[in-house]
C-alpha cells in the first residue's frame, strides 16, 4: 500500500495529526544521544547534567518530565527506553545513575520512576540504586517506582502502587507497597 493510500485510508485530519507527532518528535532529537522515531504528543521537559538518553521508537505524551542528572562527566546518568513504549501524560523519571524501560511497556499518566531518593535521613547518605523495568511491563496510573526496584517480563503494576520491592516476571502487583495479587500464565504456556 503506497503512502498516499494509506493518508486516504486513515483520513486526513489524523494522518495530520500523526505527521505533527513526529515532526515535533523530530524537534525533541537533539536532546537525546540515541533516538529512534519518537511520536510526541505535546510538550515535553528534558533537563540533563552529566547525563545520557537513549530512547528506541517511542511514544511521549504531553507533560512528561525527564530529570538526570549524574554524579560527574566521568560517571554520566543514563536513562534507556527500548522501541514502542509509551510513556502517558506528567509522568515524571528522575535518573542520579540508571533507569531502564524495555520495549512494549505502557507507562499511564501521572507515574513517578526515580533511582534517587534525593536525601538521606538521619545522618545515612542519600539511596542511588538501578531501576530495571523489563520488557512489556504495564504501569497503571500513579504508580511510584522506587530505587532499586527491578520490575520482571511482562508484569502489570495495579494503579495507585508503590514499588519499594523488584517484582517477579509474569506478575499482576497492587498496593502501597505493591504485593503481589497474582502470576500471569507466561505466554509459551498460553500459546501451545
Same mark, same amino acid.
Given at each position: 500500500?503506497s503512502?498516499?493510500?494509506? #493518508?486516504?485510508? +486513515?483520513?486526513?485530519?489524523e494522518? /495530520?495529526h500523526? #505527521?505533527? %507527532? %513526529?515532526?515535533r518528535?523530530?524537534?525533541?532529537?537533539?536532546?537525546?544521544?540515541?533516538?529512534?522515531? *519518537?511520536?510526541?504528543?505535546?510538550r515535553?521537559? @528534558? *533537563?540533563?547534567?552529566?547525563? =545520557?538518553?537513549h530512547?528506541?521508537?517511542?511514544?511521549?505524551?504531553?507533560?512528561?518530565?525527564l530529570?538526570?542528572?549524574?554524579?560527574? =562527566?566521568?560517571?554520566?546518568?543514563? #536513562?534507556?527506553?527500548?522501541?514502542?513504549?509509551?510513556?502517558?501524560d506528567r509522568?515524571e523519571?528522575?535518573?542520579?545513575? $540508571?533507569?531502564?524501560?524495555?520495549s512494549?511497556? =505502557?507507562?499511564?499518566w501521572?507515574?513517578v520512576?526515580?533511582?534517587?531518593?534525593? $536525601?538521606?535521613i538521619q545522618?545515612?547518605?542519600?539511596?542511588v540504586?538501578p531501576?530495571?523495568?523489563?520488557?512489556?511491563?504495564?504501569l497503571?496510573c500513579?504508580?511510584?517506582? /522506587? !530505587?532499586? @526496584? =527491578?520490575?520482571?517480563?511482562?508484569?502489570?503494576?495495579? +494503579?495507585?502502587?508503590?514499588?519499594?520491592?523488584s517484582?517477579?516476571? %509474569?506478575?499482576?502487583?497492587?498496593?502501597?507497597? +505493591?504485593? #503481589?495479587?497474582?502470576?500471569?500464565?507466561?505466554?509459551s504456556?498460553?500459546n !501451545?
Amino acid at each position: 500500500m503506497s503512502h498516499f493510500e494509506k #493518508l486516504k485510508q +486513515a483520513g486526513v485530519r489524523e494522518s /495530520l495529526h500523526k #505527521l505533527g %507527532y %513526529y515532526l515535533r518528535g523530530l524537534a525533541y532529537r537533539h536532546r537525546f544521544e540515541k533516538c529512534g522515531w *519518537i511520536q510526541v504528543r505535546g510538550r515535553i521537559r @528534558v *533537563i540533563k547534567r552529566h547525563a =545520557r538518553i537513549h530512547v528506541g521508537k517511542c511514544v511521549f505524551w504531553n507533560g512528561i518530565k525527564l530529570d538526570l542528572e549524574g554524579p560527574s =562527566r566521568d560517571r554520566p546518568a543514563l #536513562l534507556e527506553i527500548g522501541d514502542f513504549t509509551t510513556i502517558g501524560d506528567r509522568t515524571e523519571i528522575h535518573v542520579a545513575q $540508571h533507569v531502564s524501560i524495555g520495549s512494549r511497556c =505502557r507507562i499511564a499518566w501521572d507515574c513517578v520512576i526515580l533511582d534517587r531518593d534525593y $536525601h538521606g535521613i538521619q545522618g545515612n547518605p542519600e539511596r542511588v540504586d538501578p531501576v530495571v523495568i523489563e520488557d512489556d511491563v504495564w504501569l497503571g496510573c500513579r504508580v511510584i517506582v /522506587l !530505587p532499586g @526496584v =527491578r520490575i520482571g517480563k511482562s508484569s502489570i503494576v495495579g +494503579a495507585g502502587s508503590v514499588v519499594t520491592r523488584s517484582i517477579e516476571p %509474569y506478575s499482576i502487583v497492587a498496593g502501597n507497597p +505493591a504485593r #503481589l495479587i497474582r502470576p500471569l500464565a507466561a505466554a509459551s504456556e498460553n500459546n !501451545p
